[in-house]
Nanobody
Framework: QLVESGGGLVQAGGSLRLSCAASGRTFSSYNMGWFRQALGKEREYVAAISWSGSNTYYADSVKGRFTISRDNAKNTGYLQMNSLKPEDTAVYYC????????????????WGQGTQVTVSS
């Protein structure tokens, strides 16, 4: 089970940190990804991190502003979001995969319920 938290309302230029708490499985064995879905749009890849944390990947739209990380001792992943823009407004989902760390959402086996991020202009 994956549970996201940390979403909310923030002004443009502000920051938020999302958390993804894992339970019920060996979190450290799974690659983790963050995706987002804005109202009326397709689910969009944001970032991914390998099981060890040694490799990170970002969508061009968030590169340099967002940082993905994880703490396997706490079974928790994070998405630090800085310099937020109104176009970052979406429901953010964390996902886990035992074998994949790319941008194709269908290859992630496990998903959280999502947390809303709203950026006002």
């Amino acid at each position: 089970q994956l549970v996201e938290s940390g979403g909310g309302l923030v002004q443009a230029g502000g920051s938020l940190r999302l958390s993804c708490a894992a339970s019920g499985r060996t979190f450290s064995s799974y690659n983790m990804g963050w995706f987002r879905q804005a109202l009326g749009k397709e689910r969009e890849y944001v970032a991914a991190i390998s099981w060890s944390g040694s490799n990170t990947y970002y969508a061009d739209s968030v590169k340099g502003r967002f940082t993905i990380s994880r703490d396997n001792a706490k079974n928790t992943g994070y998405l630090q979001m800085n310099s937020l823009k109104p176009e970052d407004t979406a429901v953010y989902y964390c996902a886990a995969s035992s074998y994949y760390s790319g941008d194709y959402y269908a290859k992630y086996n496990y998903w959280g319920q999502g947390t809303q991020v709203t950026v006002s202009s």
